[in-house]
């Protein structure tokens, strides 16, 4: 084998396999569940993510029908576990209810979303 081919096999690899180290988190589940109504208000919204989770980039917020802010502000990656993330919630009145996310794995990679779940009256 030339220098020349080995160099051009070498460089493909690493191309490769740099391709699929940059994985993104993405939401793999959350409770409650994407677009699921639930009779009983949670008492917190937890995201399950693809990829461990930079604790100090990564948010989320729910918001009531009319786009006020609902949740107890207090957005945190699980300490125990680094791929989910929570919030608190007070006691919710039947409704609908838009959780908004945004998160930075720990590849660097920014991925966010939203999605809604309903309380039944």
Known sequence: MTPRLAAILTLGILVAGATAVGAHAFLERAEPRVGSTVRTPPAQVRLWFSERLEPAFSAVRVVNETGQR?????????????KQLRVSLPPLPAGTYRVFWRVLSVDTHVTEGDFTFRVAP
């Open 70 to 82: 609902v949740d107890k502000e207090d957005s945190q990656v699980a300490p125990s576990a680094p």
